[in-house]
């Protein structure tokens, strides 16, 4: 059974940065291809990126593209996504989750239980 375990969440301004981190463990992590989501209140939750771990390619939802960055550490089972330039709007409750290589929620199987960025303006 996969677990995933987000930190890294937080408070900041608007134009800052943070550095979430998604902890894997458990069944064959590196068969998936891992993603961050987020939902915000009131909202569904949408794709933000996800990368594989073999070859390390990525992809970018159009909104965070040239701010967000998805990266892996494969010798300690580990994605980040480093978050520049915050905008209010990027508040929300960020998912980590593996799955299959896709933007949309119903393929990936496992989730975190999410962490807290809140971007005031």
């Known amino acids: 059974q996969v677990q995933l375990v987000e930190s890294g969440g937080g408070l900041v301004q608007a134009g800052g940065s943070l550095r979430l981190s998604c902890a894997a463990s458990?069944?064959?992590?590196?068969?998936?291809?891992m993603a961050w989501f987020r939902q915000a209140p009131g909202k569904e939750r949408e794709f933000v990126a996800h990368i594989s771990w073999r070859g390390g390619s990525t992809y970018y939802a159009d909104s965070v593209k040239g701010r967000f960055t998805i990266s892996r550490d494969n010798a300690k089972n580990t994605v980040f996504l480093q978050m520049n330039s915050l905008k209010y709007e990027d508040t929300a409750v960020y998912y980590c989750?593996?799955?299959?290589?896709?933007?949309?929620?119903?393929?990936?199987?496992?989730w975190g239980q999410g962490t807290q960025v809140t971007v005031s303006s």
């Open positions: 458990g069944g064959p992590v590196t068969s998936f291809t």
């Open positions: 989750a593996a799955g299959l290589r896709s933007d949309l929620v119903n393929r990936y199987n496992y």
